[in-house]
């Protein structure tokens, strides 16, 4: 039975968590200003990293591509001509941790380091949305190199933490071959119940439904990481948030269009107790912001005079607010 709580409680809760979310992303921006003046980086083993011309001890799986030349395998090369990355491939600052995999039904940057994605990018259209049973088969994915830790079931197991999927497994209904790849743990991070089945849900499941009205979306999501960062398992990364980054494209619009009229909706969401009394769109920050907290440089394939507009404008919320409980399931 459910305590009953005052309007003066909701709001003290609320400002308790924005407050310590807002303490977390100024120590995430500090944390690696820090790492970068220095020029440290925690790895786990000096040849645990790629290079373009070692060769790959585990032959690629049919959902993997690699423009048909194994020295590009695992470079931005190999992911750059995806339509998933139509506005541009993701860049880090440091790009030393980063294995870059086509897996046909999206695009990733994987942290060795870290054990999971830097980012997971993906082109939501109506064709993707169908009725497809979700296929629940978590795995490890063979597509990463042998001399990779690969993640698995056990890794998750009483860890306190959902398996939550960056694509979303009802975001890839159109074939059941589809739908399984986004079972892939590198599609995969540790999220607590009440994020994952709470507003990171709710924005998925707005984001079909803008795809259901004709909309064409281009998504990157991933996480943001104290310093130092928790882990589970064998040394899976527990994000400090999670962020979203969502372009609108009208029906008929391609990734040329973009201007500085096009909609743009960018989220940061604390992966912390209490999230889930929260609506999503208490999250809706900018795109520079999340450049900032992470390092990256997001839709670099567009023009930068349009870059400058769309990246620094929050969407507005009025207009999100009446539409956000749109959708169903979305995990």
């Given at each position: 039975?459910?305590?009953?709580?005052?309007?003066?409680?909701?709001?003290?809760?609320?400002?308790?968590?924005?407050g310590t979310f807002s303490l977390v992303v100024l120590l995430l921006l500090v944390a690696r200003f820090a790492l970068l003046q220095?020029?440290?980086?925690?790895?786990?083993?000096?040849?645990?990293?790629?290079?373009?011309?070692?060769?790959?001890?585990?032959?690629?799986?049919?959902?993997?591509?690699?423009?048909?030349?194994?020295?590009?395998?695992?470079?931005?090369?190999?992911?750059?001509?995806?339509?998933?990355?139509?506005?541009?491939?993701?860049?880090?600052?440091?790009?030393?941790?980063?294995?870059?995999?086509?897996?046909?039904?999206?695009?990733?940057?994987?942290?060795?380091?870290?054990?999971?994605?830097?980012?997971?990018?993906?082109?939501?259209?109506?064709?993707?949305?169908?009725?497809?049973?979700?296929?629940?088969?978590?795995?490890?994915?063979?597509?990463?190199?042998?001399?990779?830790?690969?993640?698995?079931?056990?890794?998750?197991?009483?860890?306190?933490?959902?398996?939550?999927?960056?694509?979303?497994?009802?975001?890839?209904?159109?074939?059941?071959?589809?739908?399984?790849?986004?079972?892939?743990?590198?599609?995969?991070?540790?999220?607590?119940?009440?994020?994952?089945?709470?507003?990171?849900?709710?924005?998925?499941?707005?984001?079909?439904?803008?795809?259901?009205?004709?909309?064409?979306?281009?998504?990157?999501?991933?996480?943001?990481?104290?310093?130092?960062?928790?882990?589970?398992?064998?040394?899976?990364?527990?994000?400090?948030?999670?962020?979203?980054?969502i372009v609108v494209l009208e029906p008929g619009q391609g990734p040329s269009e973009v201007d500085e009229n096009t909609e743009l909706?960018?989220?940061?969401?604390?992966?912390?107790?209490?999230?889930?009394?929260?609506?999503?769109?208490?999250?809706?920050?900018?795109?520079?912001?999340?450049?900032?907290?992470?390092?990256?440089?997001?839709?670099?394939?567009?023009?930068?005079?349009?870059?400058?507009?769309?990246?620094?404008?929050?969407?507005?919320?009025?207009?999100?607010?009446?539409?956000?409980?749109?959708?169903?399931?979305?995990?």
């Open positions: 039975m459910r305590a009953v709580t005052t309007s003066r409680d909701r709001r003290a809760s609320r400002s308790s968590l924005l220095c020029g440290a980086r925690q790895t786990r083993a000096p040849a645990s990293l790629p290079s373009a011309q070692e060769p790959d001890a585990n032959p690629p799986r049919e959902s993997q591509t690699d423009g048909g030349t194994p020295a590009l395998r695992g470079t931005e090369a190999s992911v750059s001509s995806s339509v998933h990355v139509a506005l541009g491939v993701p860049r880090a600052g440091d790009p030393s941790d980063e294995y870059f995999l086509d897996e046909r039904s999206f695009v990733l940057s994987y942290s060795p380091e870290k054990r999971l994605a830097n980012w997971v990018a993906w082109q939501l259209a109506r064709k993707h949305l169908g009725q497809v049973r979700r296929k629940d088969d978590f795995r490890a994915d063979l597509g990463l190199p042998a001399r990779f830790y690969r993640v698995k079931e056990s890794d998750y197991l009483h860890s306190g933490y959902d398996r939550g999927h960056l694509c979303p497994s009802a975001d890839r209904q159109d074939s059941a071959e589809d739908n399984s790849r986004t079972f892939l743990f590198t599609n995969i991070e540790p999220q607590l119940h009440e994020l994952n089945a709470g507003p990171w849900e709710q924005l998925e499941s707005y984001a079909r439904s803008r795809v259901q009205g004709g909309a064409l979306l281009y998504i990157v999501a991933g996480g943001l990481f104290s310093a130092p960062y928790p882990t589970i398992g064998n040394g899976v990364a527990v994000p400090a948030a999670n962020f979203k980054i909706l960018a989220v940061l969401m604390p992966n912390q107790r209490g999230v889930g009394d929260h609506e999503w769109t208490e999250y809706v920050t900018t795109v520079d912001a999340i450049e900032q907290a992470s390092g990256y440089d997001f839709l670099n394939a567009v023009p930068e005079r349009v870059q400058r507009v769309i990246e620094a404008r929050p969407a507005a919320l009025a207009d999100l607010r009446s539409e956000r409980h749109r959708g169903g399931r979305s995990r």
